[in-house]
């Protein structure tokens, strides 16, 4: 099948598996899986334009509302903290869209700069799984215990009925304070948003979402729990991706005289995305199911991974 936008050529099939794989082990981390996707499609499908990034938004846009819709039937959406992060990666968004197109046509440079924070955060994600982090790793281990036994109380599970796991204490401009399963979790909201500012940038430039950053710097830096966080990082991500593919779309006419392709490919992120939509959703489905050393294991593996190869480019 040829997808004329991009110029790729290639069986339908193998973007579906490709988006299903990894949207199933990435979602269980709050993470879309965009970051993994885009680089199969500039170093496999060799598509390298600018469009590349609003495409990947596309994926996004498809394939994250199962597992938003999963999160939120179970009560694992914690609002207030989804808002903040979605109130300051828009804006950036737009940035990040003209930093692409206008500056980084030449995604090289930009590769080295995202490895750079990607390798920060995933170095920092693993250091939380070392025994010198033994009181924290504790606390997760007891509120992770007391997870999974409620997943297992009475087989129907209680944990499978809609429900509010998440319960808001205190939401101010300073400070969110949220109760999860007896557990109580607070964070600066001020410095989140302009965490957020900054990878809402990332995201509009290289097209990744933001929960691949989001995510790990919650778990990381914040010390919240992976169950409670990944479903605002998911629905900050798919708002995120909306507006980015849209202002994409509506700027590249401004841009044709470049002859750089800018508009996304729409069929090729759509059928990203119904692989991302059923791999998500089962992600989100089988993720209480999954012990969260496992999780962010294999989110702090993949993103170094990641890290290195975007790194490693620009020698």
């Known amino acids: 099948m040829h997808f004329p936008v991009s110029g790729v050529e290639i069986s339908p099939a193998i973007p579906l598996v490709v988006a299903f794989t990894v949207s199933f082990f990435?979602?269980?981390?709050?993470?879309?899986?965009?970051?993994?996707?885009?680089?199969?499609?500039?170093s496999i499908l060799?598509?390298?334009?600018?469009?590349?990034?609003?495409?990947?938004l596309v994926y996004n846009i498809i394939g994250i509302p199962g597992g938003v819709y999963r999160y939120m039937r179970e009560g694992r959406m914690a609002w207030p903290l989804a808002w903040v992060i979605i109130?300051?990666?828009?804006?950036?968004?737009?940035?990040?869209?003209?930093?692409?197109i206008k500056y980084l046509p030449d995604p090289r440079h930009f590769k080295f700069f995202v490895g750079c924070?990607?390798?920060?955060?995933?170095?920092?994600?693993?250091?939380?799984?070392?025994?010198?982090v033994s009181a924290k790793k504790a606390k997760?281990?007891?509120?992770?215990?007391?997870?999974?036994?409620?997943?297992?109380?009475?087989?129907s599970g209680e944990i499978s009925r809609p429900g509010r796991k998440i319960r808001s204490v205190e939401f101010s401009p300073t400070r969110y304070t949220f109760e999860f399963y007896g557990e109580i979790f607070s964070f600066n909201a001020l410095a989140l948003f302009a965490v957020t500012f900054a990878v809402g940038i990332i995201s509009g430039t290289y097209g990744i979402g933001g929960g691949s950053i989001i995510a790990p710097f919650l778990i990381a830096i914040f010390g919240l729990p992976v169950y409670a966080i990944a479903g605002a990082a998911l629905l900050s991500t798919f708002l995120t991706s909306i507006v980015g593919v849209s202002f994409y779309t509506l700027i590249a006419p401004f841009y044709a005289y470049t002859g750089l392709a800018i508009a996304?490919?729409?069929?090729?992120?759509?059928?990203?995305g119904i692989g991302g939509l059923m791999g998500m959703y089962c992600g989100a489905r089988v993720q209480k199911y999954f012990p969260a050393r496992a999780i962010k294991?294999?989110?702090?593996?993949?993103?170094?991974?990641?890290s290195v190869k975007y790194i490693s480019i620009i020698f």
């Open 264 to 272: 996304p490919d729409w069929k090729l992120g759509a059928l990203f």
């Open 297 to 306: 294991l294999i989110l702090g593996v993949v993103i170094m991974f990641l």
């Open 87 to 100: 109130s300051g990666t828009l804006p950036g968004v737009f940035i990040g869209a003209i930093l692409r």
């Open 140 to 155: 997760g281990a007891e509120l992770e215990e007391r997870f999974r036994k409620r997943v297992g109380e009475k087989q």
């Open 117 to 132: 924070v990607l390798l920060y955060i995933g170095g920092r994600l693993l250091y939380e799984l070392s025994p010198r």
């Open 46 to 56: 060799h598509f390298t334009s600018p469009s590349v990034s609003p495409t990947n």
């Open 26 to 42: 990435t979602s269980m981390g709050g993470v879309s899986g965009a970051f993994l996707l885009l680089p199969f499609q500039v």
